[in-house]
């Protein structure tokens, strides 16, 4: 079976004798939040436990340095002062043979200090990590043709800023210095990979399958050509199976009569640059005297850029004893998730003559190198009982373009494959993903994922369904929607309640909706030459990846002063507000110290394969027997994982801490005096404990501080410390620990570490031997089956969008009057980050349904030409800004858990607006952006 | 020698700079950047399209102006009074930051940002706009027209705008002065 590199799975780089450190960089920054007016700790929590602004708000605001790309060598602690500056050279054609570049244009002075071809890493032994996922060379070699438009040919560094400035401005734009020779054989790679998810359920939603991908498999196949081989249908293994279970399907299809609808159509959805208002950057300096490699990278995925370039340096002739990866606060809406920006960074470094060497890419760079959203071609079917307006059966043919180097292309056409259901029940599906390589710029990780895309074509779809079935839009969905405990196309079952009729039902009551036919005709009365129109859509998106693994800390001293770590990092969202009032709402306390970013653990030796889709059942079983074994050590900042998965990190780490020292002590507290003090004339519980205005109290026990709480834990010499490390794989891992007079214990982590108080007996003190934790080999654990893995997503957070806009007949714009948002995200851990994501998820959605748009290939962004003067973005004037609303259901009840809600935010906007305009004009899109070029021409 | 220098004084938060040689092409931003260190007027786009780069530029009247820096070169600024978001807060003798300024406070308390890059150039707009106001009250029914006047030109990836845009509407009502009675 080919390996496949799933979405966030990464092959393991470890490196024997090198030493990796990663640290949140801007201590400074946080510090002064912290410790500047307006006072911090009192002034910066209102009442209930919600922040007044985020953590990181005043030095946002204030313009200090927080991100990346703010820091120069100088600003860096131990670097030397004087820095050097970078730019590369790329190539804007793959037809014809790479034969060096020409510098003539530069006077003798502007020549770079070093220039670096392919020839040169060669010789040195710097070679491509993780071949394939980062194509095969990073800069062209003389003499074959470039793997992708925009690949680098040439790196130029330079010892000072001035000269590097006007040598990068002579240069750019010019089509004379990179060389060409002949027409060459294509270097692009082979296509990426295809995959395939069929279902018939049993009967019944509530049946056992009778073929799906959790229950047998996901069918993977090659290519001849750009056409999947799929394999021969059959009663033989679970593939061939398969493939007679979507014959079936076919054949359904194909006979249908007149009591049944078959809708076929086609939909494409465009590439776009995510236009992160930050681009790509890194600051490398390599020290040979010490072999250190120092950097600071903009960069969501930081555990990898130091496994990866300890990696790659090690097996290079630049000798290396450690990498010490800085970063800072940074945004990227996922294409800053394994990029290969930051090992041309490293690159940089490395031949900086021993001087810090920074790398950053000016917005022509970003467009032409940066990782681009995948275009998608999309065929669907439907089938539909005419008489139930429900589905039969519903199938998917999609490709997506990755570009020239592999990254997640083939992870984000699966998600895009198992997302395109969006949010309806089928009792029989076949959704296939064919992942085509090609010499377009390298697509990859971005908000949406795949699924921003397939959703899309389908809600677009299900309106002209409902329209050709003479149903109301909302009516047939609801007729449709996936209920709970119901099975998604892969045949498991989503987390919870699913709370899709709810948001119907709102929908359909709200003004935009109900009183759409008589705005219409008022509007259209009142402004002759514009036309009216309100549209729907309606999406559920996953959140995580399969395979979401985090560490979180807490520990306090005997005055009760707190201490939060965790890997998280910011990349806007607000997570670390977030990750640091959850432990608030949780002890009745806020962390004094937080420390995010954190990704060295001695305290937590954990073993890591970091295999976790790949590795069979029995592997696995044979490997969680070693209670220092875990299936990955941590994930990215990406996939909306922060509040939900690395806040069950943070979630479990307070609970774990409420359960061996609070609860103890404060039990402790409460029974000291004569005949068990005022505990003993109640019975108080466990789970009478609760949080009440900062103090911990249960049953009308005296409230107690947390200082109260600590010096009387450090005083027994309680457990005072906890570090948890989780795991999810569609579902949480748990484990089982013998803690000594706190007995066994199981939770929803598979590792811990504890520090005993001050009064701690030297027997407990003797086993802090990690880093002066107790490493407390877990008795039993359970990880989920390896055969969740082809769940492929149990998590979802819906949401649905009403739009409400206007068509000019003549100029063919449209423009937003309102838009009305219904999402469901659990409990909302701080209410106005959810209210940003939302806005600004609607903002990135009205984009792409109507004005961003990329060429793939040579008029595209590999040409060096693009920036924001002609690929155009959402303004304030194109979003609604003084009109959208937007509600949040309310939980369940107060034990729901937060939903990752980064993602889905942008979706439902899409269908609904091009809805919208079928509405207005009637006429139908099928490919994306809805320009008003596009408009006119349906309208002529 | 290829580069061509010019000596170049300004005074940038309050502070008399120079006389410095600078390139005589190098633009404002990256004299900010590499000269002053001052990092907070943000390279965006490099062609004065998403004014995450601008800066306050205090004229002869006391009149605020908004300038894009990445497409004025630094010696268009020789003696004028440059103001960048690293210099709106109000700061203490030993530098620490005694009060934000009342768009900074506006913008921290309706969680405007998110990634916060483009923050300093919203700053600096509405400062601007706020000034302007201040010469020149408009009708209260103008308020939303006249901010979006103001700030559509700046480009933000993160936050759809609205909270920015609420942070200032909600300052301009409550400031004395800005709206007619």
């Not at chain 1, 609604?880 to 609303?885: D, E, F, K, P």
Request: glycine share 8%; charged share 20%.
């Amino acid at each position: 079976m080919k390996t496949i590199l799933s979405r966030r799975t990464f092959l393991k780089a470890s490196v024997a004798g090198v030493a990796i450190k990663i640290s949140m960089l801007p201590i400074a920054a946080r510090a002064e939040l912290i410790e500047t007016p307006p006072p911090p700790a009192a002034d910066w929590l209102v009442a209930g436990g919600k922040p007044k602004y985020r953590l990181d708000a005043i030095a946002k605001v204030t313009g200090g340095k927080t991100f990346a790309r703010d820091y120069r060598a100088r600003d860096l602690e131990g670097w030397p002062k004087e820095q050097s500056h970078a730019f590369m050279l790329h190539a804007t054609r793959t037809d014809r043979v790479f034969d060096g570049v020409d510098l003539a244009l530069l006077e003798p002075d502007l020549k770079p200090d070093r220039l670096v071809l392919h020839e040169d890493l060669v010789a040195d032994g710097v070679t491509i990590p993780v071949p394939g996922f980062y194509g095969d060379v990073f800069l062209v070699p003389k003499g074959q043709t470039a793997r992708l438009l925009g690949q680098p040919v040439a790196m130029l560094i330079y010892h000072d800023f001035a000269r590097f400035d006007l040598a990068k401005r002579t240069l750019r734009f010019s089509d004379n210095v990179v060389r060409y020779g002949g027409a060459g054989p294509s270097t692009t790679p082979a296509n990426y990979g295809a995959a395939r998810y069929v279902r018939i359920d049993g009967g019944t939603p509530d049946a056992p399958d009778r073929f799906s991908a959790l229950k047998d498999t996901v069918i993977w196949t090659g290519f001849k050509g750009d056409d999947p081989q799929w394999p021969a249908a059959g009663d033989g293994d679970a593939s061939a199976r398969g493939m007679t279970a979507a014959a079936e399907i076919q054949n359904e299809i194909a006979a249908a009569g007149d009591d049944m609808l078959v809708l076929k159509r086609s939909y494409f959805s465009q590439s776009i640059d995510a236009s992160a208002m930050e681009a790509d950057n890194g600051n490398v300096w390599y020290d040979a005297k010490t072999g250190v490699l120092h950097a600071m990278v903009a960069t969501q995925s930081p555990y990898e850029v130091a496994e990866v370039a300890a990696v790659m340096v090690s097996k290079s002739k630049f000798p290396l004893k450690s990498v010490d990866l800085k970063v800072g606060y940074t945004v990227g809406y996922g294409t800053k998730d394994h990029a290969i920006f930051p090992f041309y960074c490293v690159l940089a470094g490395l031949y900086g003559d021993g001087r810090p060497v920074r790398l950053a890419n000016d917005r022509y760079e970003q467009f032409q190198t940066a990782l681009k959203r995948h275009a998608f071609w999309m065929d669907n079917v439907m089938l539909i009982d005419r008489k139930t307006g429900q589905f039969r059966a519903m199938t998917g043919t999609y490709r997506n373009n990755g570009g020239g180097r592999e990254n997640f292309s083939t992870s984000v056409g699966t998600v895009g494959a198992t997302a395109a259901q969006s949010i309806y029940y089928l009792p029989k599906s076949d959704f296939s993903a064919a992942i085509l390589a090609s010499r377009a710029v390298d697509a990859g990780s971005m908000r949406g994922y795949g699924t921003l895309q397939t959703m899309s074509a389908t809600e677009m779809m299900v309106d002209e369904a409902a329209e050709l079935l003479g149903l109301d839009p909302i009516e047939f969905r609801r007729r449709n929607a996936l209920k709970s405990g119901m099975k998604n196309t892969q045949g498991a079952i989503p987390s919870g309640a699913m709370r899709h009729e709810e948001i119907l039902n709102k929908a359909a009551q709200h003004p935009i909706w109900s009183q759409r036919n008589a705005r219409k005709a008022e509007f259209e009365a009142a402004n002759p030459g514009k036309r009216y129109g309100v549209g729907y859509g309606h999406v559920h998106k996953d959140y995580g990846t399969g395979a979401e693994s985090a560490l979180a800390s807490l520990e306090f001293d005997a005055k009760g002063h707190l201490k939060f770590s965790h890997v998280a990092h910011e990349i806007g969202t607000g997570a670390t507000t977030s990750q640091t009032v959850m432990v608030g709402a949780i002890l009745g306390k806020l962390p004094d110290e937080t420390e995010f970013g954190k990704v060295r653990w001695p305290n937590m030796p954990l073993e890591a394969t970091d295999q976790p889709y790949t590795m069979s059942q029995e592997d696995e079983d044979r490997h969680k027997l070693n209670p220092r074994w875990t299936p990955t050590f941590t994930s990215p900042m990406s996939a909306s994982n922060s509040v939900y998965y690395l806040g069950h990190a943070t979630r479990e780490a307070a609970n774990v801490l409420i359960e061996l020292a609070v609860w103890p002590a404060a039990r402790s507290i409460w029974s000291r005096g004569i005949g068990g003090g005022q505990m003993a004339p109640e019975v108080v519980r466990r789970e009478d404990l609760r949080v009440a205005d900062g103090t911990i109290t249960a049953a009308a026990m005296q409230p107690l501080s947390f200082a109260e709480i600590a010096a009387e834990a450090h005083r027994l010499g309680l457990v005072t410390g906890v570090t948890v490390h989780t795991f999810n794989r569609w579902q949480w891992a748990e484990a089982e620990f013998d803690l000594d007079e706190a007995g066994h214990q199981r939770f929803a982590i598979d590792a811990l570490a504890v520090k005993y108080g001050d009064a701690a007996t030297p027997e407990r003190k003797a086993l802090m031997t990690a880093d002066g934790w107790r490493f407390v080999d877990r008795a039993s654990v359970s990880y989920p089956p390896t055969q969740r893995n082809n769940a492929g997503v149990t998590y979802y957070a819906p949401m649905a969008t009403l739009v409400e806009l206007v068509v000019d007949l003549g100029s063919g714009d449209v423009k937003l009057l309102s838009h009305h948002s219904i999402i469901e995200c659990g409990t909302q851990v701080v209410p106005e980050l959810v209210s940003g994501q939302i806005q600004g998820g609607l903002a990135m959605g009205i984009g792409h349904a109507l004005k961003e748009y990329l060429p793939l290939y040579e008029d595209g962004p590999g040409d060096g030409t693009w920036n924001w003067n002609r690929y155009e973005l959402p303004t304030a004037k194109d979003v609604a800004v003084w009109s959208q609303t937007a509600e949040v259901l309310p939980p369940l009840s107060d034990s729901d858990p937060p939903k990752g809600m980064a993602e889905v935010v942008m979706i439902a906007v899409v269908p609904a607006i091009v809805n919208a305009i079928t509405h207005a004009i009637g006429k139908r899109f099928y490919e994306l952006p809805v320009t008003s070029d596009k408009i006119r021409e349906a309208l002529a | 020698m290829t580069i061509v220098t010019r000596k170049l004084s300004l005074t940038l938060n309050d502070k008399a700079i120079g006389p410095i040689d600078v390139p005589e092409t190098m633009m404002m931003q990256d004299f900010l950047h590499e000269y002053e260190n001052l990092t907070g007027s943000r390279m965006g786009c490099g062609q004065g399209i998403c004014h995450a780069c601008t800066v306050v530029v205090e004229k002869d009247d006391g009149s605020l102006e908004e300038m894009r820096t990445c497409i004025v070169g630094a010696h268009w600024f020789e003696g004028r009074k440059v103001r960048t978001v690293e210099g709106q807060a109000k700061l203490g003798t030993d530098g620490e930051i005694v009060a934000l300024s009342p768009v900074q406070q506006a913008f921290i308390e309706h969680f405007a940002f998110q990634c916060g890059y483009c923050t300093p150039g919203f700053v600096t707009g509405a400062t601007v706009l706020l000034d302007k106001l201040k010469r020149e009250p408009i009708e209260r029914d103008a308020v939303e027209q006249t901010i979006t006047d103001a700030l559509d030109r700046h480009i933000c990836r993160c936050t759809g705008y609205v909270r920015y845009f609420e942070a200032v509407r909600d300052l301009v009502l409550k400031t004395p002065g800005l709206v007619k009675a």
